[in-house]
């Protein structure tokens, strides 16, 4: 046994480290339930492993334990108080292991991207993390609906949405594990620009201009590039048809069928593969050119999507940034705390550094739970968790004010009026103050106790 480590301690963690083995019984148990004229329990199959470890957890009798309900409302929390970021976005966390904690992060993708996850642990190990990605529903953060998870060996993830939508990411660790992780979200385009060199700026002509004085619309994108520039294949597929019409001159039509959508090049000047050819992405299928009712434009390749109807094309080629900042935050303070050394904004999120949560004044303390780029992302003592710029925070290591105890003051947990006690602080106790929130002070005393007492004006 270690110093300071009690028998409930070891007798907790060695509950949660034979979890694993529960969790296969179950699996093992549920493939031999048939249906019998006697009553057995329903067999429970997990839809993620975050749900199958919460099950184990239940099977283990560990419900009753603060730390198995801190972890369970923790994990309900991420989803109902995300933060709400943009693409390209990089983030250095932490985890207590003595602490039951999630993340949650929002973000929004277009129908045509595609998002890749990526989670990496600063000391790997055995540990077991659980990320699973939510769509939501009807714009409401009271429903959502879990579409995958992250792999369990890579942590990573990728997916493309059928729809432009909502998401959520939980991340959270089993109990009693936790450390340094990096999260990484980016988001790129799902098929290859069909012009070779060129990009979306050259496209002039977007989906739903209009076109014969209104009479109807763009159902496409116009990619202009040079008479006989190669027009490549932007995704696997097969060609279901070589033709010449009068609208669009000489035309391509490519069957995606990973995404069970058709691909239509139109003007070509050049048809360089027949029909029922397999392709690959970049192929070389035919160039540009301006034919058809183009002949009085300049050469341009007319590219749509047509999925039981016209899909706007755009954000399946059109390029995206995935290049993030420089972190300039030091990651050494994750899991310590800071002050403000003046005034200061705590910002709900990075994608909108306008939304302000609250101002902070010198000397307000907070916990460093994340770094990203300039910013520290931190947890009030209150629990509200925000970004503050790193520049103007300081280490807490010297206090800001020295006093000698003039009354029995007790000491307490957390700077709230119903916080558990601590101890009392004696008269004539010396006591340095670190920082400060609300009407109450961040504390150590002379014998190396931490906690918080009401300030003393």
């Given at each position: 046994?270690?110093?300071?480590?009690?028998?409930?301690?070891?007798?907790?963690?060695?509950?949660?480290?034979?979890?694993?083995?529960?969790?296969?019984?179950?699996?093992?148990?549920?493939?031999?339930?048939?249906?019998?004229?006697?009553?057995?329990?329903?067999?429970?199959?997990?839809?993620?492993?975050h749900e199958a470890y919460a099950y184990a957890l239940e099977l283990a009798n560990l419900n009753g334990t603060a730390l198995v309900k801190d972890w369970k409302k923790a994990a309900k929390y991420a989803l109902e108080h995300p933060v709400q970021i943009s693409s390209p976005f990089e983030e250095t966390v932490y985890l207590d292991p003595s602490k039951?904690?999630?993340?949650?992060?929002?973000?929004?993708?277009?129908?045509?991207?595609?998002?890749?996850?990526?989670?990496?642990?600063?000391?790997?190990?055995?540990?077991?993390?659980?990320?699973?990605?939510?769509?939501?529903?009807?714009?409401?953060?009271?429903?959502?609906?879990?579409?995958?998870?992250?792999?369990?060996?890579?942590?990573?993830?990728?997916?493309?949405?059928?729809?432009?939508?909502?998401?959520?990411?939980?991340?959270?660790?089993?109990?009693?594990?936790?450390?340094?992780?990096?999260?990484?979200?980016?988001?790129?385009?799902?098929?290859?620009?069909?012009?070779?060199?060129?990009?979306?700026?050259?496209?002039?002509?977007?989906?739903?201009?209009?076109?014969?004085?209104?009479?109807?619309?763009?159902?496409?994108?116009?990619?202009?590039?040079?008479?006989?520039?190669?027009?490549?294949?932007?995704?696997?597929?097969?060609?279901?048809?070589?033709?010449?019409?009068?609208?669009?001159?000489?035309?391509?039509?490519?069957?995606?069928?990973?995404?069970?959508?058709?691909?239509?090049?139109?003007?070509?000047?050049?048809?360089?593969?027949?029909?029922?050819?397999?392709?690959?992405?970049?192929?070389?299928?035919?160039?540009?050119?301006?034919?058809?009712?183009?002949?009085?434009?300049?050469?341009?390749?007319?590219?749509?999507?047509?999925?039981?109807?016209?899909?706007?094309?755009?954000?399946?080629?059109?390029?995206?940034?995935?290049?993030?900042?420089?972190?300039?935050?030091?990651?050494?303070?994750?899991?310590?705390?800071?002050?403000?050394?003046?005034?200061?904004?705590?910002?709900?999120?990075?994608?909108?550094?306008?939304?302000?949560?609250?101002?902070?004044?010198?000397?307000?303390?907070?916990?460093?739970?994340?770094?990203?780029?300039?910013?520290?992302?931190?947890?009030?003592?209150?629990?509200?968790?925000?970004?503050?710029?790193?520049?103007?925070?300081?280490?807490?290591?010297?206090?800001?004010?020295?006093?000698?105890?003039?009354?029995?003051?007790?000491?307490?947990?957390?700077?709230?009026?119903?916080?558990?006690?601590?101890?009392?602080?004696?008269?004539?106790?010396?006591?340095?103050?670190?920082?400060?929130?609300?009407?109450?002070?961040?504390?150590?005393?002379?014998?190396?106790?931490?906690?918080?007492?009401?300030?003393?004006?």
């Amino acid at each position: 046994m270690k110093p300071g480590q009690t028998q409930h301690d070891i007798g907790f963690r060695d509950i949660i480290r034979s979890l694993s083995s529960l969790l296969s019984l179950i699996f093992f148990l549920s493939l031999f339930t048939s249906c019998t004229d006697e009553i057995v329990p329903k067999p429970f199959y997990p839809r993620t492993d975050h749900e199958a470890y919460a099950y184990a957890l239940e099977l283990a009798n560990l419900n009753g334990t603060a730390l198995v309900k801190d972890w369970k409302k923790a994990a309900k929390y991420a989803l109902e108080h995300p933060v709400q970021i943009s693409s390209p976005f990089e983030e250095t966390v932490y985890l207590d292991p003595s602490k039951a904690e999630s993340i949650g992060y929002r973000f929004d993708v277009k129908r045509g991207q595609k998002v890749m996850i990526d989670v990496k642990a600063a000391l790997p190990d055995s540990l077991k993390l659980f990320i699973d990605l939510y769509r939501i529903n009807n714009d409401s953060l009271k429903d959502w609906k879990h579409v995958a998870s992250a792999d369990q060996y890579t942590y990573q993830l990728g997916f493309e949405p059928r729809r432009d939508a909502h998401y959520i990411l939980r991340f959270q660790s089993e109990l009693l594990r936790g450390g340094k992780f990096t999260i990484s979200i980016k988001k790129v385009a799902a098929l290859v620009f069909p012009v070779a060199g060129k990009n979306s700026q050259a496209i002039r002509s977007f989906f739903g201009d209009p076109r014969d004085g209104g009479r109807r619309d763009h159902h496409g994108v116009d990619i202009f590039a040079k008479r006989h520039t190669p027009i490549i294949a932007p995704t696997e597929g097969y060609i279901r048809r070589v033709d010449t019409t009068k609208l669009g001159g000489r035309v391509i039509w490519l069957f995606d069928s990973k995404r069970n959508q058709h691909l239509y090049f139109a003007h070509l000047e050049d048809q360089l593969v027949s029909r029922n050819t397999k392709v690959q992405p970049g192929d070389t299928i035919g160039t540009v050119g301006n034919t058809g009712n183009a002949r009085r434009t300049p050469p341009h390749l007319h590219f749509g999507i047509y999925s039981r109807g016209p899909v706007n094309p755009f954000h399946f080629i059109a390029e995206t940034s995935i290049d993030v900042e420089d972190l300039e935050a030091d990651v050494e303070l994750l899991g310590n705390w800071i002050r403000a050394k003046q005034k200061l904004f705590l910002k709900a999120d990075l994608a909108n550094e306008t939304v302000l949560l609250d101002t902070l004044k010198q000397h307000d303390i907070m916990k460093v739970i994340g770094a990203n780029t300039s910013f520290y992302k931190v947890q009030m003592p209150d629990n509200m968790i925000g970004y503050v710029h790193e520049s103007k925070t300081e280490i807490v290591k010297q206090p800001i004010l020295e006093i000698e105890g003039k009354q029995i003051i007790e000491l307490l947990e957390a700077p709230k009026v119903t916080s558990l006690t601590k101890k009392r602080l004696n008269i004539g106790e010396q006591v340095s103050v670190l920082g400060k929130h609300k009407a109450y002070w961040y504390i150590k005393t002379s014998m190396g106790q931490i906690g918080w007492i009401r300030s003393i004006q």
